[in-house]
């Protein structure tokens, strides 16, 4: 599924301040190669139901394990391993006898104990992934596991890995652990690399199963049809301590929403919980709803939070005509696209943004293989669109109760006229400061 960094932004995939952004939600990585391989499954989107579907397998194959999760591998003891290869130490003996074993440990004091560390922390790494191996083979029917199970086995084969995992760091003389960490410094260094790797990988799926099951999310289920279509029950935005749910449908006979409401009602954070909700369908992960049904879809488009450029000289209204441009060149294609438009036109007058904004969704509304969801203020276009049938109105509802604004955050049906700008500059006081100057 194709994703610009600009839909990536708006949707907050990724942040600037990264604790307020999906990948941080999504974050509960062990290691720190397990938090840069989450970072490239989030940034790459999945192209096919065929992997969808596998990742899924996965995550609720690991989301099954995690009461049992072997807790040997921590992020200490991967970062020793990997250490090991990029640190000197004196030359072991080429062939280690009791004598000159114990004469290293003697005269070489300081490299026989980081040595024994080390190697201490290799046999803890190797039998965290023999019990990982025993863990997931329940789960060898899945192409993803069971390739993570004949890598790990073929590794551990290795006779200087296996009689390692067997070794009790403890009680072995200087001239076993000599003779073992000669062999591992001089033939296994790819081995271990590779296996740590591994480890990240399955790390970075794990932290997909735990978010998960600590979330209560669901699987979306993914369907084949002509055209796009969307249909989710109790969808939500899942950076909100309290969220408010809602439900959509978006297919060929309907696949344009036109959205109006009151500023604060409720038209952002809805728009932003449908994309997230797609997004994390197409990397695999659960997604917050009840339930959700959709096609697959070849790219996600985002116009919401669009800047002016004062080095270029480009006015707010200009990058937003510039974007608007990009989405109906990329998405004119026959493919299906979900496309995110939040206050079309801010940057112009009222006049000229309703004029504008009413020819773009006459324009976009053609292209029936999409989806798409547009919020506006501009409520005064929805009756001249009310004669195309593909597009459905709704509305967040607020209502005023002693002077105070009551949002409700319920989707329904039809044109909001709220106009609540007035009252929300009053209700914060700042009425009262200006006529007190």
């Not at 995690?66 to 040997?72: F, H």
């Not at 200087?160 to 760091?169: E, F, G, H, T």
């Not at 932290?207 to 029950?233: D, H, K, M, W, Y």
Request: hydrophobic share 40%; glycine share 4%.
């Amino acid at each position: 599924m194709q994703v610009d960094k600009d839909t990536l932004h708006d949707l907050s995939i990724f942040n600037s301040d990264e604790s307020v952004s999906i990948f941080h939600y999504l974050n509960q990585t062990a290691t720190v190669g397990g938090k840069e391989m989450l970072r490239y499954l989030v940034e790459n989107p999945l192209d096919s139901i065929e992997k969808i579907n596998d990742t899924q397998a996965v995550v609720q194959a690991l989301a099954n394990t995690l009461p049992t999760w072997p807790s040997t591998i921590t992020n200490g003891t991967i970062m020793v391993v990997a250490k090991y290869y990029e640190t000197q130490f004196d030359p072991y003996p080429q062939h280690p006898t009791y004598f000159n074993s114990n004469w290293y440990k003697i005269f070489h004091a300081p490299d026989y104990a980081l040595t024994k560390y080390t190697i201490t922390h290799c046999i803890d790494f190797l039998q965290g992934l023999s019990a990982v191996h025993q863990l997931l083979l329940d789960y060898n029917h899945h192409p993803i596991v069971a390739s993570w199970t004949a890598t790990i086995e073929k590794k551990l084969q290795k006779p200087a890995l296996a009689s390692l995992r067997l070794m009790d760091a403890k009680t072995a003389t200087p001239q076993q652990m000599l003779s073992i960490a000669g062999q591992i410094r001089t033939r296994h260094k790819q081995d271990f690399y590779d296996l740590i790797d591994l480890y990240s990988t399955i790390d970075a799926y794990q932290s997909l199963a735990r978010v998960f099951v600590a979330q209560g999310l669901c699987f979306p289920n993914f369907i084949s049809a002509p055209t796009a279509c969307i249909e989710a029950t109790a969808c939500y935005h899942p950076l909100l301590q309290t969220p408010t749910p809602y439900n959509i449908t978006l297919e060929k006979e309907s696949n344009f929403l036109f959205l109006t409401g009151a500023n604060m009602a409720g038209k952002s954070t809805f728009i932003k919980a449908v994309g997230i909700s797609v997004y994390l369908a197409h990397l695999g992960m659960g997604v917050p709803a009840k339930t959700m049904e959709l096609t697959l879809f070849d790219g996600l488009l985002s116009n919401i939070n669009v800047m002016d450029n004062i080095i270029k000289g480009e006015s707010y209204f200009y990058n937003e005509v510039k974007r608007i441009k990009n989405t109906i060149e990329k998405i004119n294609d026959g493919k299906n696209w979900l496309i995110l438009i939040d206050e079309l036109f801010k940057g112009t007058n009222v006049e000229d943004a309703m004029k504008c904004s009413t020819a773009v969704i006459e324009g976009l509304r053609k292209i029936k293989p999409s989806l798409f969801i547009l919020s506006t203020h501009l409520y005064e276009i929805g009756d001249n669109l009310k004669q195309y049938p593909n597009i459905q109105f709704k509305y967040f509802e607020t209502s005023v109760h002693d002077g105070e604004l009551v949002f409700n955050y319920q989707l329904k049906e039809g044109i909001s006229d709220d106009r609540l700008g007035y009252l929300i500059l009053k209700r914060e006081g700042v009425v009262d400061l200006l006529q007190n100057l």
